[in-house]
């Protein structure tokens, strides 16, 4: 149990245009979901906190109007990153919160953006 | 703020052998959650270990098992028996306890096991 998908994998875009990421929650509800960014070789870096139903919770730093979170359903957060450009291109994860004593993250497998 | 220090850029360890992969973190906080991520080339993140921090004994799952030390604020993760799958990137991250609490990961370790 507990796995968390993401949808696509990898996907190629033009500068300029707008890409959808989807993460959701297979066998779960999650109240909670995370985005990360993560460059080549370095570590997961949080971008914002996707909570079901409510507005995500941006890090410092983090372009809200650039990178739309959307956590419409208890198992279902998009991210869209809008007018891309080639400084967006990174390995972009998911994670979904499962209640429990420990409320753990589970995470998905990653989408690979490039932006030409 | 919490943060999270990995000082092991890469760590190698021989097949069959035991590595010990430092973690150290910051914080304010008496109770919280730490966890060891592993990132195969999948980049997959898959929880190897998690430590509460109320807990004094330490976590074992297995091969892995951990030297949790909260007044030095040290966390590290020993493998035992090292196996080719074991090389991966190592995340060591800290939680806080409450309900949608973000996790903070250190920046990695890699880790090589050759035969």
């Known amino acids: 149990g507990a796995v968390v998908s993401q949808h696509p994998s990898r996907v190629i875009c033009k500068s300029g245009t707008s890409v959808k990421i989807e993460c959701r929650s297979l066998?779960?509800?999650?109240?909670?979901m995370f985005w990360y960014r993560q460059f080549p070789k370095q570590s997961l870096m949080l971008m914002a906190t996707s909570n079901e139903g409510s507005k995500a919770t941006y890090e410092q730093g983090v372009e809200k109007d650039k990178f739309l979170i959307n956590h419409a359903s208890l198992t279902l957060s998009t991210l869209t990153v809008t007018s891309a450009h080639p400084e967006d291109s990174s390995f972009y994860i998911c994670?979904?919160?499962?209640?429990?004593?420990?409320?753990?993250?589970?995470f998905g497998p990653g989408t690979r953006l490039t932006v030409l | 703020a919490q943060t999270v220090t990995q000082s092991q850029p890469e760590m190698s360890v021989q097949e069959a052998e035991t590595v010990t992969l430092s973690c150290t973190y910051d914080?304010?906080?008496?109770?919280?959650?730490l966890f060891w991520y592993k990132q195969p080339p999948s980049r997959q993140m898959i929880l190897v270990i998690r430590q509460e921090a109320y807990k004094q004994q330490n976590a074992t799952e297995n091969r892995f098992s951990v030297n949790f030390q909260k007044a030095a604020k040290s966390f590290s993760l020993k493998i035992s028996d090292s196996q080719l799958g074991d090389a991966a990137m190592y995340f060591c991250a800290y939680r806080d306890t409450g309900t949608a609490s973000k996790l903070t990961f250190g920046t990695g370790t890699r880790l090589q096991v050759t035969l």
């Open positions: 914080t304010s906080e008496s109770d919280y959650y």
């Open positions: 994670s979904a919160q499962r209640g429990g004593p420990y409320n753990e993250q589970f």
């Open positions: 066998d779960f509800q999650a109240t909670t």
